[in-house]
């Protein structure tokens, strides 16, 4: 396995990492094939011949369980460390940029410059409704903490006196 050099839609995190954003409807062309794919689609998708994760999520909506979505997309941000990941959506904007942006936070970027940052990287429309931003912002605040409880049940706690 290996990750994305410098094909089309391929967008590199702070972190380094690599994921390319399309959409379904895009001719694939000479792309290699991804490792692993997150399709965000309101209806399931068609064959391929790699594994992939489906995540209902119909045009310009939010996903049908965020909790399914953040756990799909939480898993293509760690494979990107070595993978070849690929994120799509119908036409590889709205819904691809908000998981774009999502990962982009996971990477570093602040939450309130996400939207922003994918914009700038990834699309000039992505993540395309307020909700979609809305979202995002939430499932930010919600990894947020997270991380943090995960943190502080880690801690080395000193011994009983």
Do not use: K, N
Not at 32 to 41: G, I, N, R, S
Not at 57 to 66: E, G
Not at 83 to 97: D, F, L, M, S
Not at 126 to 141: G, P
Request: charged share 25%; proline share 7%; hydrophobic share 40%.
């Amino acid at each position: 396995m290996s990750v994305w050099t410098d094909e089309q839609g391929v967008v590199v995190l702070p972190d380094a990492r690599r994921v390319r954003g399309t959409g379904v409807r895009r001719p694939r062309g000479d792309v290699a094939a991804p490792d692993f794919a997150v399709y965000l689609l309101g209806r399931e998708p068609a064959p391929v011949d790699w594994p992939f994760r489906w995540v209902r999520w119909r045009d310009f909506r939010l996903p049908a369980s965020s909790m399914e979505a953040t756990s799909a997309l939480r898993g293509a941000w760690e494979r990107a460390a070595d993978q070849r990941v690929e994120i799509a959506c119908g036409g590889g904007v709205g819904r691809t940029g908000t998981a774009l942006a999502l990962l982009a936070i996971w990477s570093g970027v602040a939450p309130d410059a996400a939207v922003a940052w994918v914009r700038a990287h990834y699309h000039p429309r992505a993540v395309e409704t307020r909700r979609q931003r809305r979202w995002i912002e939430d499932v930010a605040l919600s990894s947020r903490h997270t991380l943090t409880a995960a943190r502080r049940s880690t801690r080395r706690r000193p011994p009983p006196r």
